[in-house]
């Protein structure tokens, strides 16, 4: 199963359904997702139950030879469910009580409505467990979208307490570990401890961190209490959940734990106000890349975007060419699978102008064709590097507990997680040079060079494995606000960078946010030429204390004093960056820290043209992806024949129109 698409049946007459199923075979699907959000049709009352419908949806498409997976419907109780248990119903951090009428209008903690989850998903995975055209299931639809800020729910603060009680064990751990004398807050029973319902002034940042690992936790929870049902009920099905790229609610490293693999959604147009309209190609790629760090493995894309995104407001259309350009860029980055959203465009309901691969009236039209055709193009080659991945000599470390650090205390108003790695992340993109991101847990004796941006909080455990990845040979680069607070973050009473000090060779002994003050760094470290290069939101002050530096300050009290820092540690290097860099000095860092590290790009590609590699089974591939709204022409090195595309090629130049992509093998296996 290569491609598929999130099919609805119950908006559709019946009639229509084997027209679909047929437009669905001739287009190369093999697979629909079905029923997430079809509680209410499926169970019209409580215990009376209504397959009949489904059944014969899925047997119209297994006719055609497409699979089925089924999405579990929880994200969506039916009003007969609210009506009689509105404790179920989710309350705001306005302490409001949300109502009936969206989706995702449930707590998840909530005893009684896992009662009700307990009963319909038991009978409908047993339903189904012996269905011949069903190979898999979806819990619930996207974990923590439409949750707002989570459920503050008296059943919530019941389980918050729960969790505190069992992380801290006594009230005396927790007081101490907070800090709790501050402000007179000390507790003497756990169920004393509020939620961050809304306060005359700020909650305390380390009851709001755990706020936000418990509300990830839950959701983690609710997730295996399906899991369990549905291992029990179908053991020879798959099990996964759409993940939604770098969403924050859940640290999606757990959440990836109790799944057979992951899978995500990408959505690159976007339509509404506060968002890009269209992400840029290295959010894509780094997306994807953490998407596959969730279990360094195969994912799917269960809803790939296929029209025009809107609700209210719609996005621009996807132009020619850009369908399949995503298509190939996850493929690229490590899906097996790729599910569109959706097959045809709603005539009702929230979603109406969520365009499908077909448009409303339901007739094949430009968006049908080029899916077709991009089918039938990779779908032949995929089948090469099944199971293969891109293979990468850098990784980044990626963290929610760090990123929920900085949500709490950003310290500087734009500083973000997320954007700061990815300053780091799109000039190894720009230089066609291949990331992992990974969790702390997993292994990093495998990278060459390895960036653990933002490391604000800090554990012995985690600092140790970092020592010993450079200890051994590892390059580590770290960046500001490192080692500033332990993990339950409170501050901690060192010198800064902590115990990374020896490491980095290097001590902060102040530090300066940059609040309306023009900060630069002039690059030194090339011989040929200096640049400089204005920097923003933070700046470390550094005394070297064994390392050198590789760029300096260049204005006010600390002018000339190291912002870039290089210290050679037992066999390996351990860098410092001390700021947040422009994209001209990070090229250069970025450019002098590959060199150092023995790493390699893929090839040189214009600007905006991607190239990325997949390990097949009969050799490498390069996908070549002009992400330009222009044409573009590079030249392909020796040693690769083109597998997809090879009508662009002049000698050996790749001549990509807007849009274009190509595929090519190694020569030698
Ligand atoms: C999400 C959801 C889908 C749908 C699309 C479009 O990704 O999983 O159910 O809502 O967005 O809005
Ligand atoms: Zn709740």
Same mark, same amino acid.
């Given at each position: ?503 980095? #060779?290097? *001590? ?5 946010? $940059? ?5 630069? !760094?002039?690059?030194?470290? %090339? &011989? ?116 997809? #595309?090879? *009508? ?5 130049? $790749? ?5 274009? !992509?190509?595929?090519?093998? %190694? &020569?030698?296996?």
């Amino acid at each position: 199963m290569k491609f598929g698409v999130d099919y609805y049946p119950e908006h559709w007459p019946k009639e229509r359904w084997p027209i679909d199923a047929g437009l669905m075979k001739e287009a190369g699907i093999e697979v629909v997702r079905m029923a997430e959000f079809a509680w209410a049709k499926m169970e019209p009352c409580e215990g009376s139950y209504d397959f009949a419908w489904l059944d014969e949806a899925i047997e119209i498409l297994g006719r055609e030879g497409i699979k089925t997976v089924l999405g579990t419907p929880t994200p969506t109780p039916p009003i007969w469910i609210i009506k009689k248990n509105p404790e179920i119903l989710p309350v705001n951090r306005d302490g409001v009580r949300l109502g009936f009428g969206g989706r995702h209008h449930d707590c998840q903690s909530n005893p009684t409505y896992r009662e009700h989850i307990k009963r319909f998903v038991t009978v409908m995975a047993r339903h189904y467990s012996n269905n011949p055209h069903v190979v898999g299931w979806q819990i619930d639809n996207e974990f923590g979208n439409s949750h707002q800020s989570l459920c503050m729910c008296d059943s919530c603060s019941v389980a918050f307490h729960k969790w505190l009680e069992n992380k801290y064990e006594t009230i005396e751990k927790l007081n101490e570990a907070w800090g709790t004398i501050f402000w007179s807050q000390t507790y003497s029973m756990f169920d004393q401890i509020p939620m961050p319902l809304p306060t005359p002034n700020g909650h305390n940042p380390s009851l709001l961190l755990d706020w936000k690992r418990f509300a990830s936790d839950l959701i983690v929870d609710f997730q295996k209490y399906q899991v369990d049902i549905i291992r029990r009920e179908c053991p020879n099905h798959f099990i996964t959940h759409n993940f939604m790229g770098f969403f924050d609610k859940t640290d999606y490293f757990n959440l990836a734990k109790d799944l057979d693999f992951i899978s995500h959604d990408q959505y690159p147009m976007h339509f509404r106000k506060n968002r890009d309209a269209i992400a840029p190609s290295y959010r894509l790629a780094a997306i994807l890349d953490l998407m596959r760090g969730m279990k360094q493995k195969p994912f799917w894309i269960m809803e790939q975007q296929s029209g025009p995104a809107g609700w209210e407001t719609i996005s621009s259309t996807p132009r020619p060419g850009q369908l399949a350009l995503w298509t190939y860029q996850s493929v690229a980055h490590g899906a097996d699978t790729v599910v569109y959203f959706r097959w045809r465009s709603c005539l009702f309901g929230t979603e109406e102008y969520w365009h499908g691969i077909l448009p409303h009236h339901g007739i094949p039209e430009r968006r049908y064709e080029e899916i077709k055709q991009t089918i039938n193009e990779l779908g032949p080659v995929m089948d090469h590097f099944k199971g293969g991945l891109p293979e990468s000599e850098v990784g980044i470390l990626f963290s929610y507990d760090q990123e929920w650090a900085f949500q709490i205390q950003p310290h500087h108003f734009e500083l973000e997680y997320i954007s700061h790695m990815l300053g780091y992340y799109r000039a190894f993109y720009d230089a066609n040079i291949p990331v992992d991101m990974l969790s702390e847990e997993q292994e990093f004796s495998r990278y060459k060079l390895l960036v653990a941006p933002l490391m604000f909080l800090t554990k012995p455990d985690l600092t140790a494995k970092l020592e010993k990845y450079v200890a051994e040979g590892g390059h580590l680069v770290l960046t500001m606000r490192t080692g500033v607070k332990d993990w339950n973050n409170a501050v901690i009473s060192k010198i800064l960078p902590g115990d990374f000090s020896p490491l980095v #060779g290097i *001590k902060i002994p102040e530090y300066d946010c $940059l609040r309306d003050i023009d900060q630069s !760094v002039r690059w030194a470290a %090339s &011989e040929l030429y200096e640049k400089v290069e204005k920097v923003s939101k933070w700046a470390d002050i550094i005394t070297l204390d064994g390392a050198d530096a590789l760029a300096c300050y260049t204005e006010d009290y600390y002018k000339d004093t190291p912002a870039i820092t290089q210290n050679t540690y037992k066999h390996g290097m351990a860098y410092y960056v001390a700021t947040e860099l422009g994209p001209e000095v990070m090229k250069e860092f970025v450019s002098y820290a590959v060199n150092h590290g023995g790493i390699k790009p893929i090839m040189q590609t214009p600007q905006g043209v991607e190239a990325a590699r997949r390990k097949g089974n009969d050799g490498d591939y390069i996908f070549i992806l002009n992400h330009n709204p222009k044409s573009a022409v590079l030249n392909m090195p020796l040693g690769w024949k083109a597998v997809i #595309g090879e *009508k662009f090629m002049r000698g050996n130049e $790749l001549h990509l129109s807007q849009y274009a !992509v190509a595929v090519f093998k %190694s &020569e030698q296996v």
